[in-house]
């Protein structure tokens, strides 16, 4: 089934205005198609309160539900598991998606960078398309997720 969702790689932040702010978005990829679905507030307000209310249905108490809705917010992605590709691409005009075919190579780099006596690490991704280059940075280690979504035209470094 084309429309079959294959894999799902969530908060791609994709830099915009000087690397100053920052889009979201969560990969959504079936076998032929990789959309791209902006992650919006809408959207996390919409996860969080269903999950405190299936805590509450769940006769969950205050702090139940509490738990619910930070998991929740983490969550949102998983929601694409449960919806096709065409209502992913059509959630929001933000979204958009391109071809795997067109896709020749991903590259992961893992960027770690020392603040006083913290180690941040940061994962840049590059994706080489017929319709360009586009460039998205995460703060989880996507490899895995990207490597079964497309095989052998993932590559990493490390800086």
């Not at 996390?44 to 929740?72: C, L, T």
């Not at 006596?117 to 280059?133: A, F």
């Not at 996507?142 to 993932?154: A, C, Q, T």
């Amino acid at each position: 089934m084309e429309d079959e969702i294959i894999g799902i790689v969530p908060n791609m932040k994709k830099s915009k205005m000087l690397g100053l702010s920052y889009d979201a978005f969560t990969l959504v990829a079936t076998p032929d198609t990789t959309i791209f679905a902006k992650v919006t507030n809408d959207v996390i307000k919409q996860v969080v309160k269903e999950s405190r209310d299936q805590a509450k249905a769940e006769g969950k108490g205050f702090f139940g539900q509490w738990g619910a809705q930070i998991k929740g917010s983490f969550r949102y992605a998983e929601r694409y598991t449960s919806m096709s590709a065409q209502v992913a691409l059509a959630e929001n005009e933000a979204n958009f998606s391109i071809p795997n075919a067109g896709i020749s190579s991903i590259k992961v780099k893992k960027k770690s960078s020392q603040d006083d006596d913290q180690i941040q690490t940061m994962w840049q991704v590059t994706i080489q398309s017929n319709s360009g280059k586009l460039k998205f940075k995460t703060d989880f280690d996507p490899k895995d997720h990207l490597r079964k979504i497309y095989g052998d035209r993932v590559t990493c470094s490390h800086d």
